[in-house]
């Protein structure tokens, strides 16, 4: 056996075996333990994760909260909210591809301590109409990009993709929460699909009335922030700047939230 053939094979082993060990995050969501995909750990483990975003939910979440995380992807934001909710509170994380709701269950199962509080739905939030979906890859493929309009997962092509759907399970906030149930905020990162999920929690809008935490996507979303003002809510920026009504797709940030009005 060759001495070159004895490296390949050690290095073949401890890559198997360092993909399968769990990432500890660092920064704001120190502690955290994740299997992540490739190039995550550089922004989850070296580098600070989405940190305007990670602030504002510490800055609005509080202890007993019940959240949803809509389009949680493999759960790192899951996690944060699992623990700024407290052995009090609870999370629904919503995820409509296969595999990374798969990463998720397997993610929050590395953290057991966070393990009561967090309900994982492999499931796309919609208006409710129907009670399965197409969900589209998109630039990404993979572990992230997925989205329920196929014309927004083709946005950036420079010659026609053929894209084929995977079927997945849909519902609607409102059908999902009864009447009378709490929840106290929402995050929503869907990729466009924010123009069907929120219409389609309007009468949570109107009766549990949750902040909610949004990630725009400009035309394909903006019949969600009509939804939103629709329901008297008043939008933010991340640091908690009043912004003001916004007359159409250019005057809404990427990311921002949206509080009750009085």
Same mark, same amino acid.
């Given at each position: 056996?060759?001495?070159?053939?004895?490296?390949? $094979?050690?290095?073949?082993?401890?890559?198997?075996?360092?993909?399968?060990?769990?990432?500890?995050?660092?920064?704001?969501?120190?502690?955290?333990?994740?299997?992540?995909?490739?190039?995550?750990?550089?922004?989850?483990?070296?580098?600070?994760?989405?940190?305007?975003?990670?602030?504002?939910?510490? %800055?609005?979440?509080?202890?007993?909260?019940?959240?949803?995380?809509?389009?949680?992807?493999?759960?790192?934001? $899951?996690?944060?909210?699992?623990?700024?909710?407290?052995?009090?509170?609870?999370?629904?994380?919503?995820?409509?591809?296969?595999?990374?709701?798969?990463? !998720?269950?397997?993610?929050?199962?590395?953290?057991?301590? !966070?393990?009561? %509080?967090?309900?994982?739905?492999? &499931?796309?939030?919609?208006? +409710?109409? &129907?009670?399965?979906?197409?969900?589209?890859? +998109?630039?990404?493929?993979?572990?992230?990009?997925?989205?329920?309009?196929?014309?927004? &997962? *083709?946005?950036?092509?420079?010659?026609?993709?053929?894209?084929?759907?995977?079927?997945?399970?849909?519902?609607?906030?409102?059908?999902?929460?009864?009447?009378?149930?709490?929840?106290? !905020?929402?995050?929503?990162?869907?990729? +466009?699909?924010?123009?069907?999920?929120?219409?389609?929690?309007?009468?949570?809008?109107?009766?549990?009335?949750?902040?909610?935490?949004?990630?725009?996507?400009?035309? *394909?979303?903006?019949?969600?922030?009509?939804?939103?003002?629709? &329901?008297?809510?008043?939008?933010?920026?991340?640091?908690?700047?009043?912004?003001?009504?916004?007359?159409?797709?250019?005057?809404?940030?990427?990311? !921002?939230?949206?509080?009750?009005?009085?």
């Amino acid at each position: 056996m060759s001495v070159r053939y004895r490296l390949g $094979t050690a290095r073949r082993i401890f890559r198997r075996r360092f993909r399968r060990r769990p990432w500890v995050a660092s920064g704001a969501l120190s502690g955290l333990r994740f299997r992540l995909p490739p190039g995550f750990e550089y922004f989850v483990v070296y580098h600070e994760y989405e940190p305007q975003l990670v602030q504002a939910l510490a %800055r609005l979440v509080r202890p007993g909260f019940v959240c949803v995380d809509a389009g949680a992807n493999v759960g790192v934001l $899951t996690l944060h909210l699992a623990r700024l909710v407290g052995p009090e509170g609870r999370v629904v994380a919503f995820e409509a591809a296969p595999e990374n709701a798969e990463q !998720l269950r397997a993610n929050v199962a590395l953290n057991p301590e !966070l393990l009561s %509080r967090v309900v994982v739905e492999q &499931a796309a939030v919609t208006d +409710g109409t &129907a009670r399965s979906i197409d969900l589209f890859p +998109g630039r990404g493929g993979g572990h992230s990009g997925w989205t329920v309009s196929e014309h927004f &997962a *083709a946005r950036s092509d420079v010659v026609a993709t053929e894209r084929i759907p995977t079927r997945v399970r849909a519902i609607s906030l409102d059908h999902y929460f009864p009447p009378s149930a709490r929840l106290d !905020l929402v995050k929503m990162d869907i990729e +466009g699909g924010e123009a069907e999920a929120l219409p389609g929690m309007s009468r949570l809008m109107r009766e549990a009335r949750p902040i909610v935490v949004l990630e725009f996507h400009r035309e *394909a979303g903006w019949a969600g922030v009509q939804a939103l003002l629709e &329901a008297n809510y008043q939008l933010e920026d991340l640091d908690g700047r009043p912004l003001a009504v916004p007359r159409g797709t250019d005057d809404v940030p990427y990311q !921002l939230v949206a509080r009750p009005g009085v």
